[in-house]
């Protein structure tokens, strides 16, 4: 069975890394008439193309750009960042024998049995986060009298910010997508913008990871965008603390409490993804030979290549511009 793990050792660039791997992917499947491996090569073909054809970024980010102007003159109190990039190749790998896992394992736990090669493919259309933007704020504590009234502050903010989004991208050929989760009334999110929306503020997930997420569709560029929106407080624990810790550690339990359901030999799909799942989370980063990438161990990373964190695309940063100006 071909892993990427094969490939990560050569010295070679991701885009060749990429390239030989889907190659050599699209070979064995095609020898042993395996739909499911055809469906990951189109997927690695994806991030083949945004990595070879960034044009439609340059027009993308544009107009990112002009909502990033837009809240500079709305909100000059507040601090904000706009951060873009391109999902990083292990975890995109990651996520997709995930997903099959996942599937694999509700639809054996539901049924009693295994579904077939053609529902496991059909199952593989939802992914919209190869091209993601995270937009932070900050309200600085002179414009409060307390850390509670600063954090009630934010999150009005956040959502005031959140319900202008999709109008103002809609007017520049973006689409919204439905999310399939409706938050309650209690949000600050407005009716006409709520059904779009996955609101991790007002319903946090297990892990305590609280965010606004929204898919769009790129009608130019004919790609899906993820945007997420987030006070610093909530992007500080999504990303270097427990949210982060809990979400790697609850992964690998779920993992391995599936493997003790289904074990190896009952479906072929559910063993080709596992192992390639695991040998990825189980990688000594300090031993792989990427083209731009050096690791020490698994915590001090160098990646300039989008290998492990993912390939930045916007930087973008406000500071706020008063002290005390009498914010509401």
């Known amino acids: 069975m071909i892993s990427l793990n094969d490939y990560l050792y050569s010295g070679d660039t991701v885009l060749k890394i990429l390239l030989r791997y889907s190659s050599d992917l699209k070979k064995e499947a095609i020898r042993k008439h395996n739909s ?9 073909m994806q991030i083949t193309e945004l990595l070879e054809h960034t044009d439609f970024l340059s027009s993308q980010s544009h107009k990112i750009k002009e909502f990033y102007l837009y ?10 960042t706009f951060k873009g990039r391109i999902k990083s190749l292990i975890r995109a790998e990651e996520k997709f024998n995930g997903y099959i896992l996942e599937y694999i394992y509700d639809y054996y736990k539901e049924n009693g049995k ?9 199952s593989l259309n939802c992914f919209r986060d190869l091209i993601a933007y995270r937009i932070v704020i900050s309200l600085p504590v002179c414009h409060v009298k307390s850390e509670e009234e600063r954090e009630e502050k ?48 007002e319903t946090p ?7 606004l997420h929204i898919t769009f569709y790129d009608n ?25 810790h809990f979400g790697y550690e609850k992964s690998q ?30 990688l000594d980063l300090s031993s792989v030979k990427v083209n731009m990438f050096k690791a020490y161990n698994n915590q ?13 695309i916007l930087p973008f940063e406000h500071l706020s511009r008063f002290q005390d100006d009498g914010v509401e």
Do not use: W
């Open 154 to 201: 934010e999150i009005r903010y956040l959502y005031e910010i959140a319900n202008a989004l999709p109008v103002f991208l809609e007017e520049r050929g973006f689409t919204p997508e439905l999310s399939g989760q409706m938050p309650g009334e209690g949000t600050g999110l407005e009716e006409d913008v709520r059904a779009y929306y996955r609101d991790y503020v």
């Open 220 to 244: 130019s560029a004919r790609c899906y965008t993820e945007v997420q929106l987030r006070t610093k407080d909530m992007d500080d624990y999504a990303e270097i603390g427990d949210a982060n």
């Open 253 to 282: 339990e779920i993992n391995r409490s599936r493997r003790d359901i289904i074990l190896p030999g009952e479906c072929r799909f559910f063993d080709e993804a596992y192992e390639r799942l695991i040998k990825l989370q189980e």
């Open 300 to 312: 001090l990373i160098n990646d300039g290549c989008g290998l492990f964190r993912g390939r930045q």
């Open 71 to 80: 809240m500079t003159q709305k909100y000059p109190f507040l601090a904000f």
């Open 114 to 122: 295994f579904p077939t090669e053609a529902e496991i493919k059909n």
């Open 205 to 211: 997930r297990q892990s305590g990871y609280r965010s």
């Open 36 to 44: 499911i491996d055809l469906a990951h090569c189109n997927f690695l």
